[in-house]
T-cell receptor, first 110, second 111 residues
């Protein structure tokens, strides 16, 4: 069974730009969560989607948004990028409480 | 006080050693406990998943949960250089709530 895929793997953007990251969950999984990983803060929860509905949201500003499509694929968007948004963005596909992570998208904001 | 505390290490051990990794937590509502392994520039890989208190064994890995002490452990027997990675503990209140992670412990197993 194929794992979680994330695209792109690497991104370089400049301050003020916006970015969209994509996640395809494991086949049959309807829940997708997004996390931000930085050296200083570790892994922090962004939001979770289940059947196209946001079920949980972390403590991030409104510049961070997401959505889920009917095929369970998910996207997250970050608008007006700041230097502090540089991080590894991880998507997790989950079922019955077990969360399986993709390889992540490494975003660098210059 | 952070919800989940984990010693960041680094921890360096010789090949074949028994490794003990630990996390403490403050929220007594946590019921699900996980250990992830993350290699450099990769996503976290789920190693162990346990519910409530008790032990779970999978090959060289044993996870222990002591809810009365709010303390979880991961033991690695006969450690190998390929075990060198960052180990993250994670926990959640239910199967439908977000994971809360420790900062991770960096482990090096020296051949």
């Amino acid at each position: 069974k194929a794992g979680v895929t994330q695209t792109p793997r690497y991104l370089i953007k400049t301050r003020g730009q916006q970015v969209t990251l994509s996640c395809s969950p494991i086949s049959g999984h309807r829940s997708v969560s997004w996390y931000q990983q930085t050296p200083g803060q570790g892994l922090q929860f962004l939001f979770e989607y289940f059947s196209e509905t946001q079920r949980n949201k972390g403590n991030f500003p409104g510049r961070f948004s997401g959505r889920q499509f009917s095929n369970s694929r998910s996207e997250m968007n970050v608008s007006t990028l700041e230097l502090g948004d540089s991080a590894l963005y991880l998507c997790a596909s989950h079922i019955r409480g077990e969360q399986f992570f993709g390889p992540g998208t490494r975003l660098t904001v210059l | 006080q952070k919800e989940v505390e984990q010693d960041p290490g680094p921890l360096s051990v010789p090949e074949g050693a028994i490794v003990s990794l630990n996390c403490t937590y403050s929220n007594s509502a946590f019921q699900y406990f996980m250990w992830y392994r993350q290699y450099s520039r990769k996503g976290p890989e789920l190693l162990m998943y346990t519910y409530s208190s008790g032990n779970k064994e999978d090959g060289r890995f044993t996870a222990q949960v002591d809810k009365s002490s709010k303390y979880i452990s991961l033991f690695i027997r006969d450690s190998q250089p390929s075990d060198s990675a960052t180990y993250l503990c994670a926990m959640s209140i239910s199967g439908n709530t977000p994971l809360v992670f420790g900062k991770g412990t960096r482990l090096s197993v020296i051949a």
